[in-house]
């Protein structure tokens, strides 16, 4: 027997009880105004313009003060998004910041921004995933958003690499930027926001890319200063081998549960580490450079920062529109790796 059809009202009943998804309705950023180009480093490092950009894509990268914190570059970034949005700071329900390099082991850096910017209503937590940073903590945003517990989040992905980088560390100095991009999410019942995610971690990839000493199993000591525990260490072929391998791969499965096909995507921003695995990861999806955001070449990794940063960019040059398919994927220390897909809302700068 034929099924009798759906009356409208039952279509539209059933439409209105599923819950809005978690869009990004404002964005902010802060790069500190030092900026260093290539020739800097060959004072420290047996290196030169060229070896750089034809390795890494890199021409130029901000870097903090010596002193400046992380939660001093976030603060300005926090404030453009609200500003933007004509919010207040006591409007906000609660703030996440990804980040490797807070201002100290505690408290959070999320509580220094919170009470920097007078956030009095807003509870805060800082998440560690490293250049994955950004895409966890928005995916886990997200959550309070489409459950129905916050109205308001905000998101910052934050690093002042420079202050963990040895100078005369070849393989690692010449890499990182510091900056700071903070977006807000906000319930959107117009088919806009987060689609899908997906987040993998493989633990056993620790040992390439870390920092070995600063915690409970190194504290610090004059040992582990002598022998500059406390800088960035990487095993640069297994960290290659393994991003290029997970940029694509996360990518192709959060675009499959997003239910939709790699053609449908209007703009991919990758984590901005080397110019190579880009390429790479673009190569795998077939997507031409017209739907790509590269921005390496002036800010360097600034890790947690990248994928702000990069929507940042895709705003400026005017390349994302409503409706349009956003894909933001990115791969770190852990390893981490986080991909997720959002249809665009109506922000534009």
Not at 55 to 79: D, M, N, Q
Request: net charge neutral; charged share 20%; hydrophobic share 45%.
């Amino acid at each position: 027997m034929e099924m009798e059809r759906p009356s409208l009202a039952w279509s539209i009943y059933s439409t209105a009880l599923m819950p809005p998804r978690a869009a990004i309705t404002s964005i902010g950023r802060y790069l500190p105004p030092r900026v260093l180009d290539n020739k800097y480093f060959e004072q420290f490092v047996a290196t030169n313009d060229e070896w750089i950009r034809t390795r890494t894509g890199i021409t130029t990268r901000h870097h903090a003060e010596k002193g400046v914190g992380s939660s001093e570059l976030a603060t300005p970034a926090a404030r453009e998004c609200l500003e933007r949005r004509g919010l207040g700071p006591d409007e906000i329900d609660l703030i996440i910041v990804a980040t490797v390099t807070p201002d100290m082991m505690f408290p959070a850096t999320a509580c220094l921004l919170q009470a920097n910017l007078g956030a009095t209503r807003a509870w805060a937590f800082d998440l560690s995933a490293a250049c994955s940073g950004f895409v966890y903590a928005l995916t886990v945003g997200a959550q309070f958003v489409e459950s129905g517990a916050h109205k308001r989040v905000l998101v910052v992905g934050v690093d002042v690499m420079s202050s963990i980088l040895d100078f005369q560390d070849r393989t690692t100095c010449i890499l990182f930027g510091d900056g700071a991009g903070a977006v807000l999410l906000e319930p959107a019942e117009d088919g806009t926001g987060l689609l899908a995610f997906t987040h993998e971690v493989d633990g056993t990839g620790g040992a390439y890319l870390h920092m070995p000493a600063g915690g409970s199993l190194r504290p610090p000591s004059h040992e582990t200063v002598d022998q500059k525990l406390h800088f960035i260490r990487q095993e640069g072929q297994a960290v290659f081998k393994y991003a290029v391998r997970k940029m694509a791969e996360a990518s192709v499965l959060a675009v499959e549960k997003a239910g939709l096909q790699n053609k449908d995507i209007d703009l991919f921003i990758p984590h901005q580490a080397n110019i190579r695995i880009i390429d790479a990861a673009q190569t795998r999806l077939g997507l031409p450079d017209s739907k790509v955001i590269k921005n390496i070449a002036k800010y360097g990794n600034t890790t947690a920062a990248t994928i702000p940063l990069g929507i940042y960019t895709a705003l400026e040059e005017k390349r994302l529109k409503k409706g349009d398919n956003l894909l933001m994927t990115a791969v770190g220390a852990g390893f981490t790796v986080g991909s997720a897909v959002l249809r665009w809302s109506t922000l534009t700068l």
